[in-house]
């Protein structure tokens, strides 16, 4: 079993749709990150959350750190086919140790 | 522009091989990293390394040993390669501000 459960597995949704993924543990986090990987490359990190209950706007993706800082949610507004990909979350429960969950795959048609 | 470097991007062994995957990061990092990639398990730590001289497993360290040569390289070997090793393997290194940089992968077959 991994330390982050991550939900859903895959996401298909049209061009225009909002989503939200989740990534949850009963494990408390130092930090939490999100990442975004494109086929044959390594993951690019999109953000980082540190206090519980903290909220971070990166253009139409909004991430959500829980107040227990068990958890997040990456909410994503009007999705774009540009958002395609696999997204990670990944959570340092010891300084600069990180664990990822096992990814959201989405793809957004035209 | 650097960042992470990793070799080689594609290997094929036999079952019972060994081989060493090589690592080098030019940022002046502390700490490096070596994950496993396999299809719907997200990204698995096999070992770590918080500082030069210091090195520590993870999820899925079996049939794994690491070198931390230097500050700048870190290397993974497989000692007897065995079809459970098949993967996309990726370095990363990480500074004081808890931001991991990847390496492009290296997709090893083992058959």
Known sequence: TQLLEQSPQFLSIQEGENLTVYCNSSSVFSSLQWYRQEPGEGPVLLVTVVTGGEVKKLKRLTFQFGDARKDSSLHITAAQPGDTGLYLCAGTPHFNKFYFGSGTKLNVKP | ?111
């Open chain 2, 1 to 111: 522009n650097a960042g992470v470097t990793q070799t080689p991007k594609f290997q094929v062994l036999k079952t019972g091989q060994s081989m060493t995957l090589q690592c080098a990061q030019d940022m002046n990092h502390n700490s490096m990293y070596w994950y496993r990639q396999d299809p719907g398990m997200g990204l698995r730590l096999i070992y770590y390394s918080a500082s030069e001289g210091t090195t520590d497993k993870g999820e899925v360290p079996n049939g794994y040993n690491v070198s931390r040569l230097n500050k700048r390289e870190f290397s993974l070997r497989l000692e007897s390669a065995a079809p459970s090793q098949t993967s996309v393997y990726f370095c990363a290194s990480s500074g004081v501000f808890e931001k991991l940089f990847f390496g492009s992968g290296t997709q090893l077959s083992v058959l």
